[in-house]
């Protein structure tokens, strides 16, 4: 029923119960609603982040229900704020599409040389990539999120990687930490740096993009979906701001053939960007997205966080986290 605010049906039921039994602690809880103690505590977990619930200030170690006419209020006040904030946002992208429409549809150059240029559906984007190895001529710089790739993804670019490394062309390329646990993609790495290539890995990434002599570059015109076409862009304006922010992941990127090495008390960067990120709110399905990982390694992952931290929340692992310096 309260769906709409956000809150699980599992975690009304725990709701629901602690108003009526304020005392009550989480095998109380399991034991009178037929639920693990596992869901239970996740659901003590959204409830904290609805702040329905908050540390007892009475009873140490204890919890404290919020009422509904105060928590059920902010959080239905929250959800406003977040629809016209969305709306807003609407508004915003419907504004710039239509101006970048106006500006660059017909890829027409403007006075400082930019352009834009749509590439729709994947054989007129395989079609572009063809183009570009045999246009280049000194360098091509890759972001290559997502993950495992797909065969198909990975014979197209090995085709045309190794045309252009026989020509000199200098390939450098970024992808997710994720794809070392990937056999095709990582055969695909192992190959690119055999033949004279440069390969890295990075916990998280921005959205694809290749980089062409430091002149155009392609991006995807749906983040979240490559196949619906690419955007090749053109002009100094443009381009260089995309080479500095891919130089300066670079750096930060772990060489292929270089072991990921734990960092603070054993973390991996894998492991604290996670920790960033659902440290933000974010979800565990959107943390895998970002991590390329699927959202049964990211709960594995944090399961393994929960327990070196001895945290038997979410909320707890995030409080010990952060004394820690882990966030």
Request: glycine content about 8%.
């Amino acid at each position: 029923m309260l769906a709409v605010l956000g809150l699980q049906a599992s975690s009304e039921r725990v709701y629901r119960a602690m108003l009526a039994r304020p005392e009550s602690g989480v095998m109380d809880l399991a034991d009178a609603l037929g639920m693990t103690e596992t869901d239970v505590r996740e659901a003590l977990d959204q409830l904290f982040e609805l702040s329905l619930i908050r540390a007892s200030a009475d009873r140490p170690d204890g919890l404290h229900v919020i009422s509904p006419e105060v928590g059920l209020q902010q959080a239905l006040a929250r959800q406003q704020a977040e629809l016209a904030r969305r709306q807003q946002q609407v508004v915003e992208c419907q504004s710039a599409v239509m101006q970048l429409i106006d500006d660059f549809g017909a890829a027409r150059q403007d006075t400082a040389g930019s352009t834009v240029r749509a590439f729709v559906g994947m054989d007129a984007v395989r079609d572009k990539l063809d183009q570009l190895g045999r246009e280049a001529q000194f360098e091509i710089l890759t972001f290559m999120p997502g993950g495992a790739q797909s065969p198909a993804a990975l014979e197209h670019a090995q085709r045309n990687d190794l045309s252009l490394l026989r020509r000199g062309v200098r390939l450098r390329g970024i992808g997710l930490d994720s794809i070392r646990n990937d056999a095709a993609t990582l055969a695909h790495a192992q190959f690119l740096t055999d033949n004279g290539g440069d390969f890295r890995t990075t916990p998280t990434l921005p959205p694809r993009m290749i980089l062409a002599d430091r002149r155009a570059a392609l991006v995807p015109i749906d983040p979240h979906n490559s196949r619906k076409g690419v955007l090749e862009l053109t002009g100094s304006g443009i381009v260089m701001p995309m080479l500095a922010l891919f130089d300066q992941i670079w750096e930060l990127a772990t060489p292929f053939g270089a072991t990921n090495d734990p960092d603070r008390e054993g973390l991996t960067k894998q492991e604290q960007v996670l920790l960033q990120l659902l440290a933000q709110g974010l979800t565990d399905e959107a943390a895998a997205t970002r991590l390329g990982v699927s959202q049964r390694t990211a709960r594995r992952m944090m399961s393994g966080l929960m327990e070196r931290l001895e945290a038997r929340s979410r909320f707890e692992a995030g409080l010990k986290a952060a004394q820690r310096g882990w966030l």
